[in-house]
């Protein structure tokens, strides 16, 4: 019997010690997943590059081996979130890939991180889903507008002008996401290259309001690679610059 026990807490030591220098999970995967590259200006394991466009975006462009990545941001892009319609935060990206294997891309999994909130992280838009929250929201409208209209006919006028005004906007939005939006797509020597826009839905568990100024991460994930780029908004001696959202 005391033998038994013995060998019972000879057998619990070497199994706590097995734990004990056992690799965690995650850890392989980690080691095994694909490079991060972070945008920095300078870095050398990395093309890192930034410039200013004529009508106000900024360029954050990161290359690593065949992939290339492009990101442009209206430095007036936090202005524009409480104007445009859902209240999302819009970014252009372009992504070029140099080499003969195929590379696929999956929108749906890139992020945007609010550094100065907690570093909530607010996950892209499917455009389809985005397109849906719209319309609904735009019949939602409707419904407010019939019903109001019935306690005050008199207002029947201004009512109108209102939902016409509206619908248009609505309308306008609807084919900007539907042609403009970046899609689930596979770059390889037939299309090497493409370009859409990534919207992110600032309605979150996180409180409070845009401040004035905003540091933000965008991680745009592939097989081969995750790309970080960090950036201000504004742009660090921008002056607010009051500026439509193209819808072309």
């Known amino acids: 019997m005391f033998r038994f026990i013995s060998d019972f807490r000879v057998y619990l030591a070497l199994l706590a010690l097995s734990f004990a220098f056992a690799v965690p999970a995650g850890a392989k995967?980690?080691?095994?997943?694909?490079?991060?590259?972070?945008?920095?200006?300078?870095?050398?394991?990395?093309?890192?590059?930034?410039e200013k466009t004529k009508d106000g975006f900024f360029r954050y462009s990161l290359g690593y081996e065949t992939l290339h990545v492009s990101l442009s941001i209206d430095n007036q892009e936090l202005?524009?979130?409480?104007?445009?319609?859902?209240?999302?935060?819009?970014?252009?990206?372009?992504?070029?890939?140099?080499?003969?294997?195929?590379?696929?891309?999956?929108?749906?999994?890139?992020?945007?991180?609010?550094?100065?909130?907690?570093?909530?992280?607010?996950?892209?838009?499917d455009p389809d889903s985005f397109a849906y929250r719209l319309q609904d929201d735009s019949d939602e409208l409707v419904h407010?507008?019939?019903?109001?209209?019935?306690?005050?006919?008199?207002?029947?006028?201004?009512?109108?002008?209102r939902l016409k005004e509206h619908e248009k906007f609505?309308?306008?939005?609807?084919?900007?996401?539907?042609?403009?939006?970046?899609?689930?797509?596979?770059?390889?020597?037939?299309?090497?290259?493409v370009t859409g826009w990534i919207f992110f839905d600032t309605k979150t568990k996180w409180k409070g309001s845009w401040k004035k100024q905003e540091d933000f991460i965008l991680?745009?994930?592939?097989?081969?690679?995750?790309?970080?780029?960090?950036?201000?908004?504004?742009?660090?001696?921008?002056?607010?610059?009051?500026?439509?959202?193209?819808?072309?």
Not at 95 to 124: A, C, D, W
Request: one cysteine or more.
């Open 170 to 193: 609505v309308t306008e939005w609807l084919q900007f996401v539907s042609t403009q939006s970046l899609r689930d797509v596979t770059l390889d020597t037939g299309q090497p290259e």
């Open 29 to 50: 995967d980690r080691r095994t997943g694909p490079p991060v590259m972070r945008w920095q200006e300078g870095a050398p394991e990395c093309e890192c590059t930034l």
């Open 144 to 161: 407010q507008s019939e019903r109001e209209l019935k306690k005050h006919p008199e207002r029947k006028q201004a009512i109108e002008d």
């Open 79 to 125: 202005e524009k979130t409480r104007r445009t319609a859902g209240h999302v935060f819009g970014v252009i990206l372009t992504i070029r890939n140099r080499g003969t294997i195929p590379v696929k891309l999956y929108p749906g999994y890139m992020t945007l991180e609010l550094e100065q909130h907690f570093r909530v992280r607010l996950r892209s838009e």
């Open 219 to 248: 991680r745009v994930p592939t097989d081969n690679v995750i790309f970080e780029i960090p950036f201000t908004l504004p742009p660090l001696g921008e002056e607010p610059e009051l500026r439509q959202r193209s819808q072309e």
